[in-house]
């Protein structure tokens, strides 16, 4: 069984950064898209980012301030988080896909005050 565990989140003041990792517990598996999410209290979850192998996708509410990447040797995905706003206060979870197979963290809370 895959384990992905996130880290890096916190509070900061708005305007500030976060860098959020999600490394998943086999290095030696392959994961075909590797995501972050992320959920509010009474709202849906919804996508922030995506990365393939070649392709990155945003949304449109993040675009020009985050940056997803990962690293394949290591299995890991991170998410850095600039200018923020108290809007993205959130809990954000990490996804990984491989076939048809998803995998999802724990969460890692975000709070971004004004």
């Known amino acids: 069984q895959v384990h992905l565990v996130e880290s890096g989140g916190g509070s900061v003041q708005a305007g500030g950064s976060l860098r959020l990792s999600c490394a998943a517990s086999e290095t030696s598996f392959s994961f075909n898209i590797m995501s972050w999410y992320r959920q509010v209290p009474g709202k849906q979850r919804e996508l922030v980012a995506t990365i393939t192998r070649g392709t990155t996708i945003y949304a449109d509410s993040v675009k020009g301030r985050f940056t997803i990447s990962r690293d394949n040797a290591e299995n890991t995905v991170y998410l850095q988080m600039n200018s923020l706003k108290p809007d993205d206060t959130a809990v954000y979870y990490c996804?990984?896909?491989?076939?048809?197979?998803?995998?999802w963290g724990q969460g890692t809370q975000v709070t971004v005050s004004s």
């Open positions: 996804n990984a896909r491989a076939g048809l197979a998803v995998y």
